[in-house]
């Protein structure tokens, strides 16, 4: 059983998201360790990008100070290395169509295996146009996870027949960021994923409140939060890690 799907047996997940390199290398591992040890399942780790369509300015400003800290992708790996001498949870990259096609799609998807990473999401990258990027992941045995939108309608089926290790269900139209009320008719969505496999899905994007990760972890399998954690960084700087220990805690504390 591959970590991702262990992150999932007999229970909800949490999935924690935060920039690699914000605010800077060092801190960027306390940080990481901060949110396991607080009870993340799974945690996503962002590759900082100069245009990251999908993000808000919460992680898009968390971009810019890792990018001005040094951060690069062959950093991104080493950081991993250094998390893997000590955690066994499932890692997943965040990043976008453009540094992996940058560094070299086959390079990239080695060194990202080699280094301990399970998986990797790639939002610019439309379903029909996955194969440039899922073959290669799939050959250093990673998965690359499929995400599903509001907008995806008819195609909500076709995506999730063909998805591997956990689905991103995109909660509201727009960028990442906290949001206030989540509207859209997820449970509709959850069904129709299901009809078609038993791959887990986790809902993410605007996911911030104790009483919202109760709400979403009663019909999904798991619990995307990312915004809010990283505004936590962006609040306490090199002073995050037990802030973001005890935000997961907490929240972990309603499933």
Do not use: W
Not at 71 to 86: A, I, N, S, W
Not at 87 to 97: H, K, L, N, Q
Not at 119 to 129: A, L, N, Q, R, S
Not at 183 to 192: F, G, H, Y
């Amino acid at each position: 059983m591959s970590r991702i799907c262990k992150a999932f047996e007999n229970k909800k997940a949490f999935i924690a998201f935060l920039t690699a390199g914000d605010p800077d290398f060092a801190s960027s591992i306390k940080n990481y360790k901060a949110i396991i040890e607080g009870g993340a399942d799974l945690i996503e780790i962002g590759i900082p990008f100069s245009d990251p369509i999908a993000e808000g300015p919460v992680i898009q400003e968390a971009d810019i100070r890792a990018l001005a800290s040094g951060m690069t992708t062959d950093k991104v790996f080493d950081l991993v290395k250094e998390l893997r001498k000590e955690v066994d949870i499932p890692i997943v990259f965040m990043t976008y169509a453009n540094p992996v096609f940058h560094y070299g799609s086959d390079r990239f998807f080695k060194n990202a295996s080699e280094a301990g990473a399970d998986g990797i999401i790639i939002p610019d990258c439309p379903f029909e146009e996955r194969k440039e990027f899922s073959d290669t992941a799939e050959k250093y045995g990673m998965d690359f996870i499929s995400m599903i939108a509001p907008t995806s309608e008819e195609r909500i089926k076709t995506i999730a027949s063909e998805a591997k290790g956990f689905i991103y269900v995109v909660s509201s139209l727009g960028v990442t960021g906290v949001r206030s009320e989540i509207k859209t008719d997820l449970s509709t969505m959850l069904a129709a994923i299901k009809e078609v496999t038993d791959v887990p899905a986790a809902i993410g994007f605007g996911i911030s409140t104790p009483e919202q990760a109760k709400k979403m972890s009663e019909i999904a399998d798991g619990v995307i939060v990312g915004s809010a954690l990283v505004k936590i960084v962006a609040a306490e700087g090199t002073n995050a890690p037990d802030k973001l220990k005890d935000y997961v805690k907490d929240m972990k504390k309603y499933f």
